[in-house]
């Protein structure tokens, strides 16, 4: 992501200005996208943001979408090595691909499933030092799989974001998820996303125009900062090796 995408986008999250403490710390940030605007980009941005190399931040990603080759090789081109920070004890992947059966064939059980994940997390960020433990970011993609592997269940899935939630307040982490806005039906979407939002102290929402399809624009985003209280919406292109991120009708140039 280029100097101008990342200062904007980096301004509507409050991450424009220092890294150390990470100023979403504490703080639970919802990613929510339509099947058709992708919104993968903005957690790629910020996985690689909570691992700047000036930083004493971790990252703990929770990946029931795609596999570790996938995200490495997108961070590749955004400057960030995740075999490295790996190797150096700053980030940590939980391929969940390979563990969906067993989570839903187990359910909820204390033995199996969700809590025993959630316990794997704990655990992981416990045998963290100090100086790294109060700067983790716990980063789900996406909810919408996490789901399919409870065998449908939302309330599963609720129950495992309440139990990291206490997790933003014992170590003081921050909670980023990715979820499909509209792939649930309007009576278990509503209860689902409200309960969500609800949690939520950043929402950042990436829909399609309202106009339609264009050639040079590919979407918009909508970020709702409750510590701000404000919220700043602009447009975005998504290229090969960067994201655009301007204000609608300003010049790019």
């Known amino acids: ?62 990946a029931f979408s795609q596999p570790f080759s996938h995200y490495d090789r997108i961070l590749r081109k955004l400057g960030c090595n995740l075999v490295s920070q790996r190797d150096n004890g700053r980030f940590f992947f939980f ?16 033995g199996g499933g969700l809590i025993a994940l959630y316990g794997k997390t704990h655990k992981t ?38 139990y990291c939630r206490t997790l933003t307040s014992e170590f003081n982490c921050s909670l980023i998820t990715l979820n499909h806005e509209d792939i649930y039906s309007i009576e278990d979407g509503c209860t689902f996303l409200l309960q969500m939002e609800y949690h939520t102290d950043i929402l950042i929402k990436v829909e399609p125009l309202a106009t339609g399809l264009a050639a040079d624009v590919h979407g918009q985003l909508t970020v709702s900062n409750k510590g701000r209280n404000k919220a700043s919406n602009f447009h975005f292109k998504v290229k090969e090796n960067v994201v655009e991120c301007f204000y609608p009708g300003r010049n790019r140039d």
């Open 1 to 62: 992501m280029n100097q101008r995408s990342s200062n904007l986008l980096d301004e509507a999250l409050g991450l424009d200005q220092a890294i150390e403490p990470w100023p979403l710390r504490g703080r639970v940030v919802a990613i929510e996208d339509r099947v058709e605007t992708s919104g993968s980009f903005v957690l790629h941005h910020l996985l690689k943001r909570s691992l700047s190399p000036n930083s004493s931040n971790v990252s703990v990603l929770i």
């Open 95 to 110: 391929d969940m691909l390979k563990l969906q059966c067993t989570v839903g064939d187990e359910g909820m059980t204390p």
């Open 125 to 162: 960020i416990s045998a963290l030092p100090e100086i790294r433990r109060k700067n983790v970011s716990i980063i789900i993609d996406d909810l919408s799989l996490m789901e399919v592997a409870a065998k449908g269940s939302s309330d599963y899935v609720l129950d495992f974001l309440h």
